[in-house]
């Protein structure tokens, strides 16, 4: 018996060498140099055999591992402690969470660059957290998220360069914008379900990108909107010198100029916003609508027979997230200072839903553990260039294969009755 | 009290009801026999607004439905347990109690309702918190009639409560049906493949075939009728 399992898996590990052979033998293994004139093919077998081999190996031992569940046991069983802990002292967990974020600007080790990504991870789950209001409540699942978030950050860059309004003014704007569009883009969706909808969503998200690309005239095209102004610290600049008669960030305070402190400042408006989509989710999960999503989500038919109105709910979803998507996108509009069509392209969709996916549907820390695993391991192998998507493609595999319905996929009730705890 | 005229619906083409007249009387148990594929589904979900009649009309209370949204007919005090159970399997007993009291106007009263369901049902009571996909078939069913109490319906729709359940608690559920009727004055629509429970649970009886309603009469009346008792009641039960 096991000895036929151990057969049994070594055929199948040698079938996934064959497949990893014929994917890695061309991309890996022919590598064209340019010498002089034309371009030459050299041969790489001994990297192609090497992984070839990974795959061989690590295809054997999770086979085994399906067919025993010992050899892995170290791993599931730290996995779920782990989700107890998260479960049990979720509380815990977050307090500390938040605190860790809100002194990390000022820990010994933090530089420039760690406060770039840490940025860059914050926005993400936002994003993240705005998408899992459709996808993980509502289980619409939702393909051209970036959309949103272009209109948010086209709606802030052309409002603010046109009309000079200030940042404060331009985000809640820019949030109406997102959701009025997430409502054109609800309106025709309303009769489709999974694949159906997952593809015209995605339609959604390339339509949106090609008009920033051909309406020329309002979008400036591929060019992309320079000159977007920065936020200020309620109407404080961070400018190193400041217009006369005008106070900026650094001579009000009576600090040292720094370019640091726009970085910070920005830095705890993404954490703010970021915690505000999070605590809006999680009251509006116990308020009725946010009920009705989750119902949505689990059975459409059974809401129509008890009076659940699936228009205005799938609506409500498709706004209230976009119009999160829409603030994020004002955000990342004031922090680049330049935007164009090519920072919303399909890829960023698909992270974002990976990162919901890969959180565990609904589940709001999922979302920050699958935020910083995936864009902190691209962010790691940053070094390996066009590589480190291989890096982020392992990660995604990785968790599939251990945690196969999200890093946390347990749903919180709502609603706990006292002295129900245990 | 529920007035169906003629209703014919179709799917797409194919017509599943082909002019059904039937009368639900305020306080009445009222139950619908007929086999796979008669219509009985289709029947409850063109009431409830899901399915759209092409021609005839349902009156409730002498105000027409048949063009009404669900959710609409819902509010006006008819709900229905849909087949299968249909809970939200991810979310608790408590939670999809709630979702049965949807609206504001029907939540005020929420703290009340829900000890109402309890009572009824105290298995749902000891459950509340667990999600509703880990109870079983007869607990299902009874948390997709509490569920739908929750809504205070003036007239339940309930199809096929009997379907995959052990014949213990089907006893168990036909009796708190006739409760709910009894004790709460709600008047019951009742869609059953179980033929002899359903008749001897009805005042009055009816039978679709094809679409169409072949005979009426009181629950009694149907038990006793030779040709329900050849085609639905394997030709009379011994007890």
């Given at each position: 018996?096991e000895?036929?399992?151990i057969?049994?898996?070594?055929?199948d590990?040698?079938?996934?060498?064959?497949?990893?052979?014929a994917?890695?033998?061309p991309?890996?293994?022919l590598?064209?140099?340019s010498k002089g004139?034309?371009?030459?093919?050299?041969?790489?077998?001994?990297?192609?055999?090497?992984?070839?081999?990974l795959c061989i190996l690590?295809?054997?031992l999770i086979n085994i591992n399906s067919?025993?569940?010992?050899?892995?046991?170290f791993l599931?069983s730290?996995s779920?402690?782990f989700a107890?802990?998260?479960e049990d002292?979720?509380?815990?967990f977050?307090?500390?969470?938040?605190l860790?974020?809100?002194v990390?600007p000022f820990?010994p080790?933090t530089?420039?660059?760690?406060m770039?990504?840490?940025?860059?991870?914050?926005?993400?789950?936002m994003?993240?957290?705005?998408?899992?209001?459709?996808?993980?409540?509502?289980g619409?699942?939702?393909?051209?998220?970036?959309a949103?978030y272009?209109?948010?950050a086209?709606s802030?860059a052309?409002?603010?360069?046109?009309?000079?309004?200030?940042?404060?003014i331009?985000?809640?704007l820019?949030g109406?914008f997102a959701?009025?569009?997430g409502?054109?883009?609800g309106?025709p969706?309303?009769?489709?379900?999974?694949d159906y909808l997952?593809?015209?969503?995605?339609g959604?998200?390339?339509?949106?990108?090609i008009?920033?690309i051909?309406?020329y005239?309002?979008?400036n095209?591929?060019?992309?909107?320079?000159?977007?102004?920065?936020?200020s610290f309620?109407?404080?600049?961070?400018k190193?010198s400041?217009?006369e008669?005008?106070?900026?960030?650094?001579t009000?305070f009576?600090?040292?100029?720094?370019?640091?402190?726009r970085?910070?400042?920005?830095?705890?408006?993404?954490?703010v916003l970021a915690?505000?989509?999070n605590?809006?989710?999680?009251?509006?999960?116990?308020?009725p609508?946010?009920?009705?999503?989750?119902a949505l989500?689990?059975?459409?038919?059974?809401?129509?027979?008890?009076?659940?109105?699936p228009?205005n709910t799938?609506l409500t979803?498709?706004?209230?997230?976009?119009?999160?998507g829409?603030?994020?996108?004002s955000?990342?509009?004031t922090r680049?200072?330049f935007?164009?069509?090519e920072s919303?392209?399909?890829?960023?969709s698909?992270?974002i839903?990976?990162i919901?996916?890969?959180?565990g549907?609904?589940?709001?820390t999922?979302?920050?553990?699958a935020?910083i695993?995936?864009?902190?391991?691209?962010?790691?192998?940053r070094?390996?260039e066009?590589?480190r998507m291989?890096?982020?493609?392992?990660?995604?595999v990785?968790?599939?294969?251990?945690?196969?319905k999200g890093i946390?996929?347990?749903?919180?009730p709502t609603?706990?009755?006292h002295?129900?705890?245990? | 009290?529920?007035?169906?005229?003629?209703?014919?619906?179709f799917?797409?083409?194919?017509?599943?009801?082909?002019?059904?007249?039937?009368?639900?009387?305020?306080?009445e148990?009222v139950s619908?026999i007929?086999?796979?594929?008669?219509?009985k589904?289709?029947l409850?979900?063109t009431?409830s607004?899901?399915n759209k009649?092409?021609?005839?009309?349902?009156?409730?209370?002498?105000e027409r439905?048949?063009?009404?949204?669900?959710?609409k007919i819902?509010?006006?005090?008819?709900?229905?347990?849909?087949e299968?159970r249909?809970?939200f399997s991810r979310?608790?007993?408590?939670?999809?109690?709630?979702?049965?009291?949807?609206?504001?106007?029907?939540?005020?009263?929420?703290?009340?309702?829900?000890?109402?369901?309890?009572?009824?049902f105290?298995?749902l009571?000891?459950?509340?918190?667990?999600?509703?996909?880990?109870?079983?078939?007869?607990e299902?069913q009874?948390?997709?009639i509490?569920?739908?109490?929750?809504?205070?319906?003036?007239v339940l729709?309930?199809?096929?409560?009997s379907?995959?359940?052990?014949?213990?608690l089907v006893?168990q559920?036909f009796a708190?049906?006739?409760?709910?009727n009894k004790e709460?004055?709600?008047?019951?629509f009742l869609?059953?493949?179980?033929?002899?429970?359903a008749?001897?649970?009805?005042?009055?009886?009816?039978v679709?075939?094809n679409?169409?309603?072949t005979?009426?009469?009181?629950?009694?009346?149907?038990?006793k009728?030779?040709?329900?008792q050849?085609?639905y009641l394997?030709g009379g039960?011994?007890?």
């Open positions: 018996m000895k036929q399992d057969i049994k898996s070594f055929k590990s040698l079938f996934t060498g064959l497949i990893a052979l994917l890695f033998g991309i890996v293994g590598r064209t140099v004139e034309g371009l030459f093919i050299t041969p790489q077998w001994g990297i192609v055999f090497l992984l070839v081999g690590g295809r054997f067919a025993k569940k010992t050899e892995f046991k599931s730290f779920s402690k107890h802990i998260t002292k979720a509380k815990h977050a307090i500390t969470g938040i860790f974020a809100v990390f820990l080790f530089d420039r660059y760690f770039d990504v840490a940025i860059m991870i914050l926005t993400y789950i994003l993240g957290w705005g998408l899992n209001i459709v996808v993980g409540l509502a619409l699942l939702d393909l051209g998220y970036v949103f272009a209109v948010g086209y802030y052309l409002i603010a360069t046109t009309f000079g309004w200030s940042f404060w331009c985000l809640p820019a109406v959701a009025f569009f409502i054109l883009l309106f969706v309303l009769r489709l379900r999974g997952a593809i015209v969503t995605l959604f998200g390339e339509i949106i990108r008009i920033l051909n309406w005239e309002v979008t095209g591929p060019d992309g909107i320079t000159g977007i102004p920065r936020p309620f109407g404080l600049p961070f190193r400041p217009d008669g005008e106070a900026s960030f650094h009000f009576g600090l040292e100029y720094s370019t640091m402190h970085i910070i400042f920005l830095y705890y408006l993404i954490l915690l505000i989509t605590y809006f989710t999680l009251k509006i999960r116990k308020l609508v946010g009920r009705a999503w989750e989500r689990e059975d459409e038919i059974a809401c129509k027979s008890l009076g659940v109105n228009t799938k979803a498709f706004a209230i997230g976009a119009m999160f829409g603030f994020a996108g955000f990342f509009a680049q200072a935007i164009s069509p919303f392209t399909f890829i960023e698909a992270i839903v990976a919901v996916v890969l959180g549907m609904g589940s709001q999922g979302v920050v553990l935020s695993f995936l864009i902190g391991i691209t962010e790691i192998f070094d390996l066009q590589f291989i890096a982020f493609g392992g990660a995604m990785l968790i599939m294969v251990f945690k196969p946390l996929a347990n749903r919180k609603i706990l009755m002295g129900d705890k245990k | 009290m529920l007035k169906i005229t003629n209703v014919e619906t799917y797409g083409k194919i017509q599943a009801l082909r002019g059904v007249d039937i009368d639900v009387n305020d306080g148990i619908l007929g086999s796979n594929g008669a219509g589904s289709t409850l979900m009431i607004g899901v009649a092409r021609n005839g009309n349902i009156t409730f209370n002498g439905i048949e063009n009404r949204e669900p959710h819902v509010d006006l005090g008819i709900c229905q347990v849909p299968g249909r809970i979310l608790t007993v408590e939670e999809n109690l709630r979702l049965g009291a949807f609206t504001n106007e029907k939540g005020k009263h929420f703290e009340t309702d829900i000890k109402d369901v309890y009572d009824l105290p298995v009571s000891d459950r509340k918190t667990q999600r509703g996909g880990t109870l079983s078939g007869g299902q009874m948390l997709a509490g569920r739908a109490l929750m809504s205070k319906p003036k729709l309930l199809d096929e409560p379907l995959g359940i052990a014949p213990k006893n559920i708190s049906i006739k409760n709910i709460k004055n709600v008047t019951i869609v059953e493949q179980n033929a002899k429970k008749l001897e649970l009805a005042d009055r009886a009816y679709l075939v679409g169409k309603v005979i009426m009469g009181s629950g009694q009346e149907l038990l009728n030779k040709d329900i050849a085609a394997e039960t011994k007890n």
